[in-house]
């Protein structure tokens, strides 16, 4: 089943760069509903679903028996070398990692991933198991929450959040959402708007609850070795902490030396590993964006393993 609560970002640019079609094998390390997935299997791929998320996960194994070409894992795509292994696959031709939450995961108060509605602290991709966000506020020291909140979500009023965070603590845990954006509320000077820190501080809390950045990163040093000659990659990302990552490892891959360009002769030995295929990151059009306001921040980066 495709959820039309997830509509899929920048499907046709996707299709565009990694090519599906008849004995071309793609992981897509973001299963999600299959909104992308359910188009490369159209287009005659086969297709490794991974996903951390058990509802996503349960979703992927019934269109397994629709969709003969489709084999799902509940593992993170930072291990996609040993799913690969697991199905038997050796090299894929394409990678897809269409970063973060979906919509669906986003509305679901039980996950915590949003602060529009009452639920538990939990922030996990997968629920069966790591730490929770509530975990992480009960056990940091006020300078590393404080770190964690500037460094994952950029919002400058870190330290003051913090400071109330530790202090709400000594009166209880802090384990809903509904109590996180109290304490924000009252930590915020007058007329400062709520909405836009509580997006910065839950982005913060789901990145490391789910480390995500280690995450992105592992799985960007392995491509080269999954994907065969020819094979490609896109990653789509939502925002500049992610695609930042992305741009800096197509950057430095696409190139033979990464010597000071003072010295006379390469002493680094680097040779490239990639092409890129997009100059810059690509966006969804005016239409997407207006259809799925979610798409707006969306950014699409492809390459091509040489
Ligand atoms: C933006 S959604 C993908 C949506 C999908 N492309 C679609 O169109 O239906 C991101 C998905 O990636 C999953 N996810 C996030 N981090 C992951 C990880 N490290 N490994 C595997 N899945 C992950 C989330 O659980 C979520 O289902």
Avoid at 21 to 42: C, K, N, W, Y
Avoid at 205 to 210: E, G, K, Q, S, Y
Avoid at 224 to 244: K, M, Q
């Amino acid at each position: 089943m495709n959820d039309a609560r997830h509509v899929p970002v920048l499907k046709d640019q996707t299709i565009e760069f990694l090519q599906p079609g008849p004995g071309r094998r793609i992981v897509d390390g973001t299963f999600g509903f299959a909104g992308h997935s359910l188009e490369f299997l159209a287009a005659g791929s086969e297709v490794l679903g991974l996903d951390l998320d058990g509802v996503a996960f349960e979703q992927g194994q019934s269109l397994e028996k629709e969709h003969p070409g489709l084999q799902c894992r509940r593992i993170s795509f930072r291990h996609m070398d040993r799913a690969m292994v697991d199905v038997g696959w050796d090299r894929v031709d394409g990678v897809l990692l269409d970063l973060g939450v979906s919509s669906w995961q986003l509305d679901d108060p039980g996950k915590g991933f949003s602060y529009r509605f009452d639920g538990p602290l939990d922030l996990r991709f997968n629920q069966d198991s790591g730490t929770t966000a509530a975990d992480l506020l009960a056990e940091l020291e006020e300078a590393e929450l404080a770190n964690l909140i500037w460094e994952l979500g950029e919002e400058r009023g870190s330290r003051r959040i913090a400071r109330a965070l530790i202090a709400a603590r000594r009166e209880g845990p802090v384990a809903t959402t509904t109590q996180l954006r109290q304490i924000v509320q009252n930590a915020l000077p007058r007329g400062q708007k709520i909405q836009p820190v509580l997006s910065r501080i839950f982005q913060a809390l789901r990145i490391a609850v789910n480390e995500e950045l280690p995450a992105l990163e592992e799985t960007l040093a392995k491509l080269p070795e999954v994907l065969g000659s020819g094979g490609r990659f896109v990653v789509i990302s939502y925002h500049s902490l992610e695609d930042r990552r992305v741009k800096q490892f197509i950057d430095r891959e696409k190139r033979d030396c990464l010597c000071p360009a003072d010295l006379p002769a390469c002493v680094c030995g680097h040779e490239k590993i990639l092409r890129p295929l997009t100059r810059k990151a690509v966006k969804a059009s005016d239409e997407e964006q207006a259809i799925n306001p979610r798409s707006r921040s969306a950014r699409l980066r492809a390459a091509e393993i040489l």
